[in-house]
């Protein structure tokens, strides 16, 4: 350590460290824009000008180290001058409205005119017209704002070893652009924002409508992590993968959830849909490589996994689906006593009896249910518990209503009374508890989301010759995901959107078939009924001897099990606690917000166990580090073709080169919060 | 560029041709310490770059050096390497030199040097030490990157000095001289007696004006400049003709294209002062103008990263101290006493000397000159862009440029031989 007095304030700092570096850690402004923390220094906009005692004129403090003994002045009027004059050059090529700018409010620029208070424009105007370049999906260049601070040059090539960016230097105009005129994607960019991120103006942008607006900035800039609903830092897995460390990457899949090998297979990967890789060439296969992790990673997260030791406590979970055992899972681990009541002779709730098990194999669910069993939870299966004041009078002291949305909705379509027709949930949890209605051989399904689809292929699976599937949604609008509807094709599903069943015929009291029309669209008008935009003259039968309807699932539970029912049977529980009005007793899951996903419904145990460690005295505090925090590296390189890298797809589950290849697709969106965030002026106190 | 090579009358040149490297022998018998005493050149280095080519346009010192003395050079090279410890070393070339390919292997037997020679496309950039090592790095020729200090550029001069043992310096003069040329003298020889001896003295004898020294970013040295010592670079002479306004800015607007534009008081301080100057070429200059300019020129010289942004003000600033009646001229009373800038100047046909041959006519771009053969030839004013073609076309002389005096001209076209003036 050094100590040098800045403006008489006494301040100590690291050798090496420049002077406005230690300057501004002592809370102390000097103006600057060409230098940035993570950046090394130019000097090239002479804003950071200091006088040093026993030095002739002024030097930039951004390139001058801090040295024992040295007298600082940060503050005179000849510095003054120099800073408004270098601002004033700045300006003078640059548009003088602020109010039309997109970085309006966050601008370092903006705030520096402020700071320095130049208002009159007594230099010549340097006419600067640059269109913008809004040609790539994800960077936007308007270098007509540039000041040519250099600053994502230095990002591009010192920072990330890049070198897509560069100083040009064109017609005796100095500007900053992409190397040899090529294209980002040409120039071999890797995509990882750095460039906005340090740009101190509106240069150079995320595309416009690029960042979701509904997300603080940070959230929005790492889509996939903010939009998880479990929060998994999505861009460290895929990173310690690509590393070759799976067992690293389990672990931090493990830091939020514990069923990292059923997600794997059967997440619904909003994260996917988030990435912004799918704006180039398409995005990065993250259920894959969850996959990936959970079958090549090893057992090293259980080392620092939290286990606090007894606190007498006893809570009730009803239900096991993914929301009953991820909250009976932390629970557990934050030393209650837990134990699940599931209805079912199996524990796994819709993990087991909705998704058909070759999508999810029961050996890898009954796995992970294990591990919850091993941090002491107990599973009680066929225990069906009649109502909520039944626990508590059991001498529980908290209870979760994880019951989820076991009955399937049979809709009053006319002819709907006779035999043959089979409904959604009844028939999937039947198949897959062994007992299956048995299906005839050509079958309708009736609905487009993903349990349809499930019900297709488990009907073609107990023998159905011919499956179809009919939904009033167009094809692009279906609600189940494109490789569900994709392997259904495979399969020999047929497909029809854009159709509405009339009318279920029948024959002797028996199916027979449907009575079909196109729609053009549809809407539901206030009472739920549904309003078609029919096709004239497009009525068809298909004939069918079996229809399962899979249009929609609602909570089994009715008012005797003593917990409010609002709209669809569910729960009503308070939006924050999840409490329901009986003391005690808390609801999560799809009991409480229909049937939603798997990654949902753990998100909501997740809070649950929160809510409830607090009702019992405990800090609610679930929230684990399991794997190293390790520094990632900033360096990214170059690779060729990376914007183009196709998204490697294997059903069978990646192998080691599979699953680096497909993580090295990776953008590391992260990396740009890494970038330290640049304070304006007046975040200083001695300014 | 052929140029005459003006060489001194006693002593070594650099321009004498050597072979089998008798100098760097030597130094290889010397001892390194003993060649770092001899050479001045002391610190460690790893890579040397020699800069065996001219940075300005219509400079050739360096071209001619390596025409003359590839060899002087690349040995020069040689010794400078064993000097500084150095095991590379760079040859930035712009024209191709057949002679190193045959010399480089028979240097290489003597000291073991790895040596690469690289074309590179001149700029005026490339003239700057860290620019040219940002060049040959594959990088744009921008100055003020990472100085790397264990690289050094050395310029054909220092090399074949080093290999001839020669005590002289290089100049280029070129302009208003008899006898443009590469002169080649002993310090202390006075810039006076290389214009009017060595250069024969003023091209037509006019008047001695100016010398601007070391190119767009030199000063300029007036007549009373004359007696002190000449030193190297080029040397641009101008005649009472001429306009030191009018040189400034083009040197500013040449500092403004050529720039690498990194650092914001070089890039757009010069940007700056080339508008000014214009403003100041066409009646447009501002009261605070001068003020500016001094403020500007003080911040380049102070906080440009490179010497090129230091001195990008030098010929503006030296112009104002040296002439100032010029620029004052120019500033306040709206004129250009040399006729030079055309904002200030008009061109006119003397009805006493035209003789209609309509030659005039024929280059205006503008058409703005009206006549006929055997008819005195009249300028539009008005339609006139001072382009100066028809002042150079005219055989008989009879275009004249004036300044606020103007010449009694007809109105419109009379007869040859008709003109009185009352």
């Known amino acids: 350590m050094v100590a040098l007095s800045i403006d008489g304030q006494t301040v100590e700092a690291e050798e090496g460290k420049s002077l406005l570096q230690a300057a501004l850690d ?63 050059l700045m300006l003078s090529g640059h548009p003088s409205d602020c109010t039309g700018c997109p970085k309006f409010g966050a601008c370092e620029l903006q705030s520096l005119i402020q700071y320095l208070e130049v208002t009159d424009q007594r230099l010549r105007k340097r006419v600067n017209i640059v269109p913008s370049d809004t040609s790539n999906p994800l960077v936007m260049h308007d270098m007509g704002r540039c000041i040519l601070c250099g600053r994502c040059v230095r990002a591009c090539g010192e920072l990330r070893g890049v070198g897509a960016l560069t100083f040009i230097k064109k017609d005796g105009r100095t500007r900053i652009g992409v190397r040899d005129g090529l294209s980002l994607a040409e120039a071999d960019c890797r995509f990882c924002g750095s460039c906005i991120e340090v740009c101190p103006t509106g240069s150079i942008r995320d595309q416009e409508g690029l960042l979701d607006p509904n ?157 919850i069993r091993k941090v002491g939870v107990e599973i009680r299966t066929s225990s069906k518990v009649a109502s909520a004041d039944q626990l508590l009078a059991e001498g529980y002291d908290a209870a979760l209503v994880t019951v989820g949305a076991h009955k399937g909705i049979k809709l009053p379509t006319p002819g709907s009374d006779q035999a043959g027709i089979l409904v959604n949930a009844e028939f999937l949890r039947l198949a897959a508890l062994g007992t299956p209605q048995p299906v005839g051989e050509r079958v309708v399904v009736m609905g487009g989301g993903n349990v349809a689809f499930d019900c297709a292929g488990v009907a073609r699976r107990l023998g159905a010759k011919e499956v179809h599937v009919i939904c009033l949604e167009a094809r692009d609008r279906m609600l189940a995901s494109p490789e569900e509807i994709v392997e259904a094709l495979e399969e020999g599903t047929r497909i029809h959107p854009s159709v509405n069943i009339n009318e279920i015929l029948g024959k002797d009291g028996r199916v027979s078939g449907v009575r079909c029309v196109s729609i053009r669209s549809f809407s539901f008008d206030a009472n739920g009924q549904a309003i078609l935009d029919v096709v004239p003259d497009s009525e068809c039968v298909i004939e069918a001897d079996t229809i399962i309807m899979a249009v929609g699932q609602r909570p089994d539970l009715t008012e005797d099990f003593g917990l409010p029912l609002g709209r669809g049977n569910r729960v009503t529980v308070d939006e924050i606690t999840l409490a329901t009005p009986k003391p005690g007793i808390f609801a999560a899951g799809d009991v409480v917000t229909g049937t939603k996903s798997v990654i949902a419904a753990i998100a909501a145990g997740r809070s649950a166990a929160a809510s409830i460690d607090r009702f019992l005295g405990g800090n609610g505090q679930i929230e684990e580090v399991l794997a190293p925090l390790s520094e990632p590296n900033p360096v990214l390189g170059t690779e060729a073709s990376f914007a183009a890298a196709p998204r490697c797809d294997c059903p069978e589950g990646y192998d080691d080169e599979k699953a680096h290849q497909e993580s090295s697709r990776c953008l590391q969106c992260d990396l740009r919060l890494r970038i330290t965030e640049q304070k304006f002026w007046s975040a200083y106190s001695h300014r | 560029m052929s140029l005459e090579i003006i060489t001194p009358s006693s002593g070594s040149t650099m321009f004498t041709e050597t072979q089998g490297f008798p100098a760097l022998r030597k130094a290889l018998s010397m001892g390194r310490e003993a060649l770092q005493a001899q050479t001045g050149l002391g610190t460690d280095k790893t890579c040397l770059i020699a800069r065996a080519f001219d940075a300005e ?262 112009g104002l101290q040296h002439f100032p009646e010029e620029f004052e001229a120019h500033m306040k009373r709206k004129r250009c006493p040399a006729l030079v800038c055309k904002k200030y100047v008009t061109f006119h046909i003397l009805g006493e000397t035209c003789t209609g041959c309509e030659k005039c006519l024929g280059v205006c771009p503008e058409e703005a000159i009206e006549g006929e053969e055997d008819y005195i030839h009249v300028i539009d004013a008005k339609a006139c862009t001072q382009c100066g073609l028809c002042f150079e076309i005219c055989p008989e002389g009879a275009i004249v440029k004036a300044g606020p005096l103007k010449p009694k001209t007809p109105k419109e076209p009379i007869p040859v031989g008709t003109w009185k003036k009352r």
Not at chain 2, 93 to 121: C, F, G, S, W, Y
Not at chain 2, 180 to 188: D, F, M, P, R, T
């Open chain 1, 26 to 88: 002592a809370d102390i402004y000097i103006p600057h824009i060409c230098s940035h923390e993570n950046l090394d220094p130019v000097g090239a906009c002479r804003l950071c000008v200091v006088e040093i005692e026993g030095r002739e004129g002024a030097c930039t403090s951004c390139t001058t180290p801090v040295q024992e003994g040295m007298v600082v002045t940060t503050r005179s009027e000849k510095l003054k001058q120099m800073r408004r004059l270098s601002t004033e």
């Open chain 1, 215 to 371: 997300m603080n900035r940070k959230a929005a800039i790492v889509p996939c992590r903010s939009t998880c609903p479990a929060g998994i830092d999505i861009p460290r897995y895929v990173r310690l993968v690509r590393e070759g460390k799976p067992s690293e990457a389990l672990a931090v899949i493990r830091e939020k959830v514990p069923f990292p090998a059923a997600l794997g297979r059967i997440c619904d990967h909003l994260c996917e849909s988030a990435c912004r890789r799918s704006e180039l060439s398409d995005s990065i296969s993250i259920r894959a490589l969850k996959r990936y992790a959970a079958e090549h990673g090893d057992e090293s997260w259980k080392a620092a996994s939290r286990q606090l030791p007894p606190t007498g406590k006893k809570v009730a979970v009803v239900g096991s689906g993914p929301a009953g055992l991820t909250a009976a899972y932390y629970l557990a681990k934050q030393g209650h006593a837990v134990t699940v009541l599931e209805a079912l002779p199996e524990a796994g709730g819709m993990m087991r009896v909705g998704i058909p098990g070759y999508r999810l194999p029961v050996e890898v669910l009954n796995a992970e249910i294990d591990e």
């Open chain 2, 57 to 318: 346009s219509g400079a050739a010192i360096r071209s001619t050096l390596l025409a003359k003395t590839p060899l002087g050079i690349l040995e020069g090279l040689g010794i400078a390497a064993l000097a500084l410890g150095a095991t590379k070393a760079i040859l930035a070339l712009a024209t191709p030199t057949e002679a190193l390919n045959v010399a480089i292997p028979e240097l290489q037997k003597l000291l073991p040097l790895e040596i690469e020679v690289r074309m590179i496309q001149p700029s005026f950039m490339a003239g700057e030490d860290s620019a040219l090592a940002e060049l040959l790095k594959g990088k744009p020729a921008m100055a003020g990157g990472h100085e790397d200090a264990s690289t050094l550029v050395l310029d054909a001069e220092t090399l074949v000095r080093l290999a001839t043992g020669a005590q002289t310096i290089l100049l280029q003069v070129i302009g208003a001289v008899k006898q443009e040329a590469i002169v080649e003298i002993h310090a202390g020889t006075t810039l006076r007696q290389v214009i009017f001896e060595q250069c024969g003295g003023m091209k037509g004898d006019k008047g001695f004006k100016f010398a601007l020294a070391g190119g767009p970013t030199g000063a300029f040295i007036p007549e009373a400049g004359l007696d002190a010592p000449a030193s190297p670079g080029t040397i641009v002479v101008g005649d009472e003709s001429a306009c030191t306004v009018d040189m400034a800015q083009r040197c500013l607007a040449f500092t403004a294209q050529e720039a690498c534009g990194r650092c914001l008081l070089c890039r757009e301080g010069s940007y700056q002062l080339k508008e000014i100057l214009s403003d100041m070429a066409s009646g447009k200059t501002k009261a605070e103008d001068e003020a500016q300019i001094r403020e500007l020129a003080a911040a380049m010289a102070e906080g440009s990263l490179c010497p090129v942004g230091r001195r990008a003000a030098d010929p503006l600033l030296t």
